[in-house]
């Protein structure tokens, strides 16, 4: 159980350190929101995940070349509607507001609607976490249980860490607070032209 446990949580914080289109969008919110609103977010995986997990397993790890590339062409427009908002809520920045209190439903739900376009999420279970879980559910479902939860453990602590030290960062005042929003931009913007690339064809895999 120790090694699925590892496996696991190895693969949660490597999947999770990789910059990416929810890493992007947490940026911007932190930036535009403070932490406290964009802490929940941390969840998303959490509640994307189990409709990816359940279709993966159905289709036995397989997914059809077409269903990654129609993924790919809605991915990248709902990046790119998130780079633009981000956008005008960096032209639109207040200098003096400061971040408002509370948690915030509406970034989890948002943050849950960027991972479930993403198409990194269905092939780390269709072609790592997936088998990874079979296999070990085979010898022991113990083990299959304790792989699972390590990995979302670790992918929750370590978005949480990242939505933490994103908000430490913005005690450097508001004109940095305005850099990460435009960076996040950017971020988003780029991401979402390589999602729209890669489904025409322009990026070879």
Known sequence: MLESALIG?????????QPGPLQAFLLARVASDGWRRSLPAALAPVISDLPIATAILLLLHS???????????????????FAVRAWHEWRRFDAVAEPPEGS?????????????VNPGPYLGWSL???PLALEAWRSSPASA??????????MVLSLAGFILLAGTTTR???RFRRSLLLASAIALAVIAVASLWSATGGVID
């Open 145 to 154: 249980v304790v792989l699972v939860t390590s990995f979302y453990l670790v």
């Open 104 to 116: 915030s439903p509406r970034t989890l739900i948002e943050a849950v609607a960027v991972n479930l």
């Open 172 to 174: 450097f005042g508001p």
């Open 9 to 17: 949580g190895g693969f949660a914080f490597a999947a999770a350190a």
């Open 128 to 130: 790592i976490l997936g």
């Open 63 to 81: 997914l059809p070349g077409g269903f990654v590339t129609g993924l790919r062409v809605i991915g990248g427009c709902v990046f790119l509607a």
